[in-house]
């Protein structure tokens, strides 16, 4: 027992206690448009994209198709395109996960001043894999961790949609999975909202247009926070839903 204490004391606190101002090294952020010119007629980094996340003229990058894979930076023979370490990259609205030369910087997440009010001091989300292949999973759970401890911000994942105010989705939603999904969100009280996690729940990259897939679901409930990434580092979880509720970290 005194040799598990001293390793604890040796390790001092692990807790992030800022999330905001988190330094993450080795993370493929947010990738960055260069202020330089592409070589004409040049489709180089379109050609190296697998998940259709870049559009060229103008030369954009949808965040909510991006698996942060990297093959575009090598393949742009100007240098235009490189990957940050940024990690604040959850967005209020779809449109906002779009970058461009134009718009090199996200929006920041708005405090919603309705959600604010009712899940500012308490916000219990259930979890659902919907085909997803684990990595947005491992990363969902590692929220309450020592690192991370959403819960200290009164946030916390429970077990049942009865106790849930909003589903955390991850998973490209396949059709087995369809109605599962239905059912917990028919089982969770109101008022409630979606969070969709990870490339895959924002727009189905990079099975988007598989026939497996069954996606009517984001069309008649959207998300109020969207969590790109493949998967997403924990704290653009932390960060966006902080940044929704108007919590202060």
């Known amino acids: 027992m005194f040799k598990s204490i001293a390793v604890r004391y040796s390790q001092g606190s692990q807790t992030i206690k800022d999330p905001r101002q988190a330094s993450p090294k080795g993370f493929r952020g947010r990738p960055q448009i260069a202020d330089a010119d592409c070589a004409p007629g040049c489709s180089a980094?379109?050609?190296?994209?697998?998940v259709r996340a870049i559009e060229i003229d103008p030369l954009r990058i949808d965040?909510?198709?991006?698996?942060?894979?990297?093959?575009?930076?090598?393949?742009?023979?100007?240098?235009?395109?490189?990957?940050?370490?940024?990690?604040?990259?959850a967005a209020a609205d779809r449109a906002d996960l779009v970058i461009s030369r134009s718009r090199p910087e996200l929006e920041p997440v708005r405090v919603?001043?309705?959600?604010r009010k009712r899940f500012g001091r308490s916000l219990k989300m259930r979890s659902v894999s919907a085909g997803?292949?684990?990595?947005?999973?491992?990363?969902?759970?590692?929220?309450?961790?020592?690192?991370f401890d959403i819960g200290r911000y009164g946030i916390d994942i429970v077990a049942s949609p009865r106790h849930a105010d909003a589903l955390v989705l991850s998973g490209p939603i396949t059709r087995n999975m369809a109605q599962a999904l239905s059912l917990c969100w028919q089982g969770m009280p109101d008022p409630k909202f979606v969070i969709a996690v990870g490339a895959c729940a924002i727009s189905g990259s990079p099975f988007e247009g598989a026939d497996a897939l069954e996606r009517e679901f984001l069309d008649r409930f959207s998300p109020a926070l969207y969590v790109p990434g493949c998967p997403?580092?924990?704290l653009t979880f932390v960060c966006g839903i902080l940044d929704l509720l108007g919590i202060d970290s």
């Open 63 to 89: 965040l909510g198709r991006c698996i942060q894979c990297a093959d575009c930076v090598p393949a742009c023979p100007a240098g235009v395109l490189d990957i940050s370490g940024q990690y604040k990259l």
């Open 232 to 234: 997403p580092h924990p």
């Open 112 to 115: 919603s001043q309705s959600l």
């Open 45 to 50: 980094c379109l050609q190296s994209c697998s």
């Open 132 to 147: 997803g292949c684990n990595g947005c999973e491992l990363e969902i759970n590692a929220l309450t961790n020592v690192n």
